[in-house]
């Protein structure tokens, strides 16, 4: 080796750096992908993610009509943490507003409430809380605390407290935090998990083994035979299927023994609505491995479609507390819609019919998806 050859260069780095920016700029997907996973995350922890949430859906069970009852729910809407749905509701109506997730707040005012209060005798008023989130209900429930203590002091004839009774307030405000009266956080954080590892592993895993056919060159096998994309796609599909449910076992297993995550609803009911949710995914590793050149772009892909997922389904954040455009995007997503049957099924017990409400929108996403993948495999084979 020659002195020149020793000596660094500083064309000779110039010309490596130009050449990496050439290759950059054909390789677009890759580029694009790099530039849009840390805008989308901005985006989403800058606006998207809040952990107060305000406007939170309250039904009221009035066991009378009164300027008493009046005040508080005004009270209660005036703080900003409660949307107050119209009209009244039965009790047994509100507890199932309660289990499907219509409602996450339900107040119930005992009959003759006015007059107990006028008594000095301090009744109870009910709230209860849909608890299978506590951090979206943490901040709700010490408001209306708050709120109960001095609600009606406006409204009570002078000199009917003392004022140490009057410091206590005019009635009780009981909480009952249904479904999760401890507020253990892995009773929500658990079930989410199924959704979220399946969502990562069948996107992930479909996308790869396909993408890995195309650059050693057994896709051209396929090319040879009669299989149409149809058949080849869901040839594909069905052994990640029982590689799906093998995970789902798992995981269900560890949340019972280990975690202690109560299962109140039927398993069978669960793992139907899951073969709905693993094909969905899997119908999105296939288009990506359709778009994508090589594994490492399909991987990107998967992160891309992975990262809004978690972030905008209600696995890491209140979903209620995010914006309305949040909402709407994570609302396409199927994993918002699974979480809440993972969670209804295992925590509220929930049946078929009870959480059809939440399995359209998978099947939506599902048909959408494979009609997308046999358009994208066929555009492939040609």
């Known amino acids: 080796m020659n002195t020149k050859e020793r000596t660094l260069s500083l064309s000779r780095f110039i010309a490596v750096v130009v050449k990496e920016f050439m290759q950059m700029r054909r390789d677009r997907l890759t580029f694009g992908i790099l530039i849009g996973i840390p805008v989308a995350q901005l985006i989403i922890f800058g606006y998207a993610i809040n952990f107060d949430p305000k406007g939170l859906p309250l039904a009221v069970v009035r066991g009378e009509e009164s300027v008493f009852t009046r005040n508080v729910i005004t009270g209660l809407k005036t703080s900003g943490y409660f949307r107050v749905l119209d009209p ?79 410091r206590e307030g005019a009635f009780r405000l009981t909480v009952h935090r249904a479904f999760n009266p401890e507020g253990v956080t892995r009773y929500n954080v658990v079930p989410g998990l199924l959704g979220v590892v399946l969502t990562l592993t069948m996107v992930l895993v479909t996308g790869v083994a396909i993408t890995r056919e195309r650059e ?74 359709t778009i ?7 991987v990107q892909m998967t992160f891309f479609f992975f990262l809004p997922s978690i972030m905008l389904s209600g696995f890491m954040f209140p979903f209620r507390g995010m914006p309305g455009w949040a909402q709407w995007i994570g609302s396409i997503l199927p994993l918002t819609h699974y979480l809440r049957v993972v969670r209804g099924i295992l925590l509220k017990g929930l049946g078929f019919m009870e959480v059809t409400q939440f399995l359209w929108p998978m099947v939506l996403f599902m048909a959408v998806a494979l009609t997308v993948a046999v358009i994208r495999y066929r555009e492939t084979l040609d």
């Open 292 to 298: 994508a050149r090589n594994q490492l772009q399909s």
């Open 88 to 166: 009244p509701v039965s009790a047994a109506r509100a507890r199932v507003m309660l289990a499907t997730g219509e409602a996450q707040f339900a107040l119930a005012f005992p009959p003759g409430f006015a007059a107990s209060v006028l008594r000095g005798e301090r009744p109870q008023a009910l709230l209860e809380a849909d608890a299978t989130d506590p951090v979206a209900t943490a901040n709700a429930i010490a408001a209306a605390t708050l709120i109960s203590a001095d609600a009606l002091d406006r409204d009570l004839p002078p000199g009917l407290f003392s004022d140490l009774r009057r």
């Open 216 to 289: 050693r060159g057994t896709m051209e096998s396929l090319l040879a035979t009669p299989a149409r994309p149809v058949e080849v796609i869901f040839g594909k599909i069905v052994p990640y299927v029982i590689v799906g449910y093998i995970q789902v076992s798992l995981i269900l297993t560890a949340a019972w023994l280990l975690f202690g995550v109560p299962m109140v609803g039927n398993i069978v009911t669960l793992l139907l609505v899951t073969l709905i949710f693993i094909t969905a995914n899997l119908s999105v590793g296939v288009t990506f491995s």
